[in-house]
T-cell receptor
Framework: ETGVTQSPTHLIKTRGQQVTLRCSSQSGHNTVSWYQQALGQGPQFIFQYYREEENGRGNFPPRFSGLQFPNYSSELNVNALELDDSALYLC???????????FGSGTQLSVL | DAKTTQPTSMDCAEGRAANLPCNHSTISGNEYVYWYRQIHSQGPQYIIHGLKNNETNEMASLIITEDRKSSTLILPHATLRDTAVYYCIAHTSGTYKYIFGTGTRLKVLA
């Protein structure tokens, strides 16, 4: 079975731009969660998608948005990038919305 | 979810048991204790979880005190590859988010 894969692995953007990060969930998993991890900090929950619907959201502004597709892969979109958006963005899939998480290796986003 | 408190860092000699403590004094009855670890440049990896009984799997053992206010993750024979940040999380069953703290940075020494 394939694990969680994220693309791209690294990305550099400038302030004000928009970015789309992609995640393929582990085979058989119907739930995807996104986390932001700043340097030296633990991951912070952004939102979760279960069967193509947003199932919960953390304390992030509306310019952070997402999608989940019928094959349960997912996208994270961030508009109007700010310098503080520089972080490692982690995607995690789970068998159901309440199950343990399986994380990808993340996308390192740098905003200049 | 209850707040957890962990030491910032610990060292352990290779081949010895690594005992990582976690305090969760405000944990409620339906909150599980989860442990994840994050090796440098990778996403967190699930290790183990439990409610009130001690648990063991191929990676580690989890010892939860009878009052559930604290727990210990035990890596029985630490190797250099166990060097990582270990996160202890009190997670309410049925909720969608995990609240990660800053974890314990474990360094296994040769």
């Amino acid at each position: 079975e394939t694990g969680v894969t994220q693309s791209p692995t690294h990305l550099i953007k400038t302030r004000g731009q928009q970015v789309t990060l992609r995640c393929s969930s582990q085979s058989g998993h119907n739930t995807v969660s996104w986390y932001q991890q700043a340097l030296g900090q633990g991951p912070q929950f952004i939102f979760q998608y279960y069967r193509e619907e947003e199932n919960g959201r953390g304390n992030f502004p509306p310019r952070f948005s997402g999608l989940q597709f019928p094959n349960y892969s997912s996208e994270l979109n961030v508009n109007a990038l700010e310098l503080d958006d520089s972080a490692l963005y982690l995607c995690a899939s789970s068998l159901n919305k309440e199950e343990k998480l399986f994380f990808g290796s993340g996308t390192q986003l740098s905003v200049l | 979810d209850a707040k957890t408190t962990q030491p910032t860092s610990m060292d352990c000699a290779e081949g010895r048991a690594a005992n990582l403590p976690c305090n969760h004094s405000t944990i409620s009855g339906n909150e599980y204790v989860y442990w994840y670890r994050q090796i440098h440049s990778q996403g967190p990896q699930y290790i183990i979880h439990g409610l009130k009984n001690n648990e063991t799997n191929e990676m580690a053992s989890l010892i939860i005190t009878e009052d559930r206010k604290s727990s210990t993750l035990i890596l029985p024979h630490a190797t250099l590859r166990d060097t990582a940040v270990y996160y202890c999380i009190a997670h309410t069953s049925g909720t969608y988010k995990y609240i990660f703290g800053t974890g314990t940075r474990l360094k296994v020494l040769a």
